[in-house]
């Protein structure tokens, strides 16, 4: 066992900026031999920017690195690796039609007047795993084993490239039940033993606590601070990650439309999907507002998803008034007034080159169909109407959305939905990225459109938001839904829900 109190790897307040952006500000990080050292925080804490600096992709802008005792300019992820710093990500980026020692060994494959020595190679490829404490077939494709086996070759090819001396493993457990992710904790222990810092990233807080030594929190690109694993609470750890907005809000009441007149919009009846979402039952109201609460990977987007058919369930089935989608698609759902502004709206929520008007009216056109296009006044008359109501700040609605700050380009997708009246509007993290003020009014329209009879599914990883906004609040962790709680409920109780028993 290799004494962990050795440094290997200090990061000292390192600032990072894109345009318009301050990813990291004055970030410290410390890494030792032989420890395995969870990096956590939500979406858009500065994780990946920190761990991109640390491998070369980004150029930190301020601040200094020190490696195995020097200073160093990573400068790119070649010489990262070369320097012995490799990093896994959660997508197995092997050839899955190829042996498991041919993806161990691709491009260094032992060679004979040109010719790949087999046997070589597979006697290599079992030595490698097998000093791992994997003992399978080499010879066979990759494909023919499970995933966590890929995500070990994946991991066993970053060491035998590099000689790593750290690793970085970037959510490498995401879409692994519980004995495949017991598989990689194995070998992670096993690298831990031989002095190997690892930097483990994951949404999962059962796994931190299963394997990390130390824990360093990140929220809004700074640094929160870094513990000792058995000095710091489930329940701690997530308060530390959630965090609290200093910024006063006017105060805002919850919809009042009376529940004697709420009618149920939708239903979901144990609705699953393979290692995303386990049997869930919800029922969605007008007038109403249901929060959606739990850190990120705990079910609450794959919810989402599947009630709006971003996704196809395994099981279960969802009932939109009284027609049951039992497989359907996203123009279903569009078809059956179910509207969806995703989590990630640069991705899957703009369309980038495309107007604000263009953006506008997407909706309304596919349901209308593409035969029967809105004419260019209308067009205007609907985009202009919501950039007045939502005070998109824009000097035209002929003005490329991708233009538009992070804020306004929200509101556009708000827009797209308004414009077809939906029965059920699901926000997913509507406000992340955005600034206060902006973040205030879309509370304050979410309250407003329950108020006018909508049912409104509203993510969020920030508790003092979904308390804010939501009639009831539903609580997710690990995947599943564990509690239903009243809007009035104090956010110690939330927490705690969060956290589990063991908090």
Partial sequence: MVENNCELLRMEKVTKTFPGVRALTNVDFCLHKGEIHALVGENGAGKSTLIKVMTGVERLDEGVMIYDGKEVRIKSPQHAQSLGISTVYQEVNLCSNLSVAENLLLGREPRKFGFIQWKAMNKRAEMILGDLNVNIDVKAPLASYSTAIQQITAIARALEISSAKVLILDEPTSSLDAQESELIFKVMRKLKEKGVGIIFITHFINQIYAVADRITILRNGCLVGTYKTEELSTFDLIKKMIGRSLAEYEDMKKSDYPVSERKLVASVEEIAHGNDLEPTDLELNSGEVVGMAGLLGSGRTALAELIFGVSEPDEGKLEVGDTVLARHTPHDSLMNGIGLCPEDRKESGIVGDLTIRENIILAMQAKLGWFKFLSKAKQYEMANKYIDMLQIMTPSPDQLVKNLSGGNQQKVILARWLAIHPNLLILDEPTRGIDIGTKAEIQKLVISLAEDG???????????????????????????????????????????????SDG
Avoid at 455 to 464: D, H
Avoid at 474 to 490: A, W
């Fill in 454 to 500: 909508m049912a409104c599914m509203f993510i969020s990883s920030e508790l003092e938001e979904v308390m804010r906004t939501s009639n009831r609040i539903v609580v997710m962790r690990d995947r599943e839904k564990v509690t239903e709680l009243p809007g009035d409920v104090s956010e110690q109780l939330i927490m705690e829900a969060i956290a589990g």
